[in-house]
C-alpha cells in the first residue's frame, strides 16, 4: 500500500515566521513531488514540484527532498495570513508517471 | 487562457438518480484525470483518460461509476443510481502530457439527499 503521510496539523505560526511543513512517502521508487496548496472550498493549486534531492527555491518557497529518508518538506518564509490554507503533497510511485498518491494535508494557520 | 472548467459547481440529487459531471480541460491539454475528496481528507485518485480513451481506471469503483472523454466536448463523469456514500467533492485536473504537473478545475460539490 503506497502511502503519504503529512501531519494533519493545525500548524500555527506567527506572521512573518518560517512555516515548516513536512511529508513522508512509502514508495522508496517514487519520482516525483508536488507541494499543492487548497484553500477552504477550493481546488488544489500547484506551488511548486521537485525531482532531485536538495533544495529548490521559488520566491518565499523552498521545497526540500530527501529520497534516503523518503522526505520532502516545504518551506515558506516570511509567513503571511493569506498563506493560510491546506497544504498537500502529492507524489508520484515508481510505477506510474502520472497517477499523484496523496496526502490528507496540513492545515497551516499564519497568525497575525 | 482560460483553465481547467467544470460544472455544475454543486449538484443535488436524490438517492437512486444520476449524477453527470463534465471537465473541460485547458487548452492544449489532453490528459483528463479526475479524483475525489471526502471532507478533511486528501484526494483519491478515480481515472485517467486520454482522447477517447480511458488510459487507467484503478481508482474507480467497479460499478455505477463510468467516465468518457469523447474526441469532441468535455470529458465527462456519470454516476448512477447515487448513494449518500458518492457525496463528496470531484475534482478534474488537465496537462499538456503524461508527466503530470496537473492543473485543477474548481471541481464539483456533488450532495445525496
Known amino acids: 500500500q503506497k502511502e503519504v503521510e503529512q501531519n494533519s496539523g493545525p500548524l500555527s505560526v506567527p506572521e512573518g515566521a518560517i512555516a515548516s511543513l513536512n511529508c513522508t512517502y512509502s514508495d522508496r521508487g517514487s519520482q516525483s513531488f508536488f507541494w499543492y496548496r487548497q484553500y477552504s472550498g477550493k481546488s488544489p493549486e500547484l506551488i511548486m514540484f521537485i525531482y532531485s534531492n536538495g533544495d529548490k527555491e521559488d520566491g518565499r518557497f523552498t521545497a526540500q527532498l530527501n529520497k534516503a529518508s523518503q522526505y520532502v518538506s516545504l518551506l515558506i518564509r516570511d509567513s503571511q495570513p493569506s498563506d493560510s490554507a491546506t497544504y498537500l503533497c502529492?507524489?508520484?510511485?515508481?510505477?506510474?508517471?502520472?497517477?499523484?498518491?496523496w496526502g490528507a494535508g496540513t492545515k497551516l494557520i499564519i497568525k497575525p | 487562457n482560460a483553465g481547467v472548467m467544470q460544472n455544475p459547481r454543486h449538484l443535488v440529487r436524490r438517492r437512486g438518480q444520476e449524477a453527470r459531471l463534465r471537465c473541460s480541460p485547458m487548452?492544449?491539454?489532453?490528459?483528463v484525470y479526475w479524483y475525489r475528496q471526502l471532507p478533511e481528507e486528501g484526494l483519491k485518485f478515480m481515472v485517467y483518460?486520454?482522447?477517447?480513451?480511458?488510459?487507467?481506471e484503478s481508482g474507480m469503483p467497479k460499478e455505477r461509476f463510468s467516465a468518457e472523454f469523447p474526441k469532441e466536448g468535455p470529458s465527462i463523469l456519470r454516476i448512477q443510481q447515487v448513494v449518500r456514500g458518492d457525496s463528496a467533492a470531484y475534482f478534474c485536473a488537465s496537462s499538456p502530457d503524461q508527466f503530470v504537473e496537473q492543473f485543477f478545475g474548481p471541481g464539483t460539490r456533488l450532495t445525496v439527499l
Open positions: 483518460l486520454q482522447k477517447e480513451n480511458i488510459i487507467d
Open positions: 487548452k492544449g491539454h489532453s490528459h
Open positions: 502529492a507524489v508520484t510511485p515508481l510505477d506510474s508517471n502520472y497517477q499523484l498518491i
